[in-house]
């Protein structure tokens, strides 16, 4: 009980849990052979009896001096302490200056919520300044818009250390206890789906003018069931999960309020991470899309654009959870793919409102025959209508590239009775986590 860390087991809304958190007052928290022991002993049970793991993290990373020389550093023998294979979910708490294991541990979890204030990076802020011969900010180091905002390793940040255990408290009401259950049903609030004719309101006619995606799916999913991760990381794409029917699902939407829905780098690696999640814990995934497709231009190749592109067309094709996409508006590019389109979802579904093509229209007819609209606007207009055709939601359901199209009134009902149909296909609503071992960080 004096070696800095607290291990053990509880229960949160009456399922068991296995938990680690580090008790600072005690020498930092610091990592010890015994503490460490302590805490591979409580995942081992996690793992082999399907608890999800807790961890609170609040430490100062290995413990000195003992880990000074080859016997401290070099002599364990611990080849799996790092080891992701998804049997339960882990999430983690940043409560406070959290270094070396502490860190290590939020980096591998599915959820991660920090409060404000806290710090988490590899080494401690006296010991990078000793590293690089200069003062160093700890919020610029390892604070909450680092890491909300830069590397995305933070899913959620909070105000307090009360609303991170509530985050985590909500996030695994969503969760399975462990891989091989479907996750938990909840009563549907009154009033879900009531405002449903809304949705007109919300949605702009032209597909140029932009609009908060959030408005519709609180207009879809169950009454404020959708509880979103990494709102601050690749804005042009929202990841959440909400419920229908008080059945979990994992939301991938396009927010043309950002970026006016253009894909990023950024986006790619939040939606492949949440892909991920859903295929391990047996969520079925519905994808909203109202995307011009990927950002293209200077920087984005410098971030590696076309892998990550590529990471999320991997990933989608592994994903053996139902996929059902729901084209809003338009859809363009390779990214109709990546949003599920070209047979890449179980179901595709089209508003009436839908507009399929390769590229904006308007963009073609400047590529393909060199015209401006300010220079010819009568021939620009007969080129833009040629390159209009054949890009409705009706044209996309005539060569079945849409196998329905509905008023957006109905896609709520409509979603609901797809996955009582596709979730048939799984055993006891449980798929094969074929990407049970893709890294959680990236």
Known sequence: PADGKVAGYAQIDGREVAIVSNDFTVMGASSSPVNTAKVGHVKKVATSRGLPM????????????????????????????????????????VLGHCYGSS????????????RKGAITAVSSV???????SEAVDPEALGGWKLHTEVTGMVDLAVDTDEEALAAVRRFLSYLPSHHNEPPPEAPVPPGSGAD????????????????????ILALIYDKDSVFELKPRFGKSVVTALARLDGKT?????????????????????????????CDSFNIPLVFMVDQPGFLIGVEGERQGAIGRVMNWMNALSLVSVPKISVVMRKTYGQAVLNMGGGGNADEVVNWFTAEVNFMDPRS?????????????????????????????????????AAHMVINPVD???????????????????VGEHLMRTWPTSF
């Open 103 to 114: 860190s290590w541990y939020a980096a591998l979890a599915d959820f991660v919520v920090m």
């Open 411 to 429: 896609t709520r009902q409509c979603l609901i009775r797809l996955l009582q149909v596709h979730r048939l296909r799984l055993s006891n609503g």
């Open 364 to 400: 073609a007819v400047r590529i393909v025959h060199g015209v401006k609209e300010e220079d010819d606007p009568e021939r620009f207009a007969a080129l833009l209508s040629e390159m209009t055709k054949g890009t409705s939601a009706y044209d996309a359901a005539a060569v079945n």
């Open 249 to 277: 699902v994992g939301v991938v939407a396009s927010n043309p309020i950002h970026k006016g829905g253009a894909i990023d780098p950024n986006a790619c690696d939040k939606v492949v991470s949440f892909l991920v999640l």
């Open 54 to 93: 807790v961890f609170l993290g609040e430490s100062t990373g290995a413990r000195m001096p003992d880990v000074m020389g080859a016997a401290g550093v070099g002599a364990g023998d611990r080849p799996t302490q790092y080891r992701r294979t998804r049997e339960t979910p882990w999430v983690s708490a």
């Open 126 to 132: 006296k010991l990078t300044s000793m590293a690089i």
């Open 196 to 215: 449903a004719a809304k949705i007109l309101d919300i949605l702009p006619e032209s597909r140029t003018r932009v609009y908060d995606v959030r408005k």
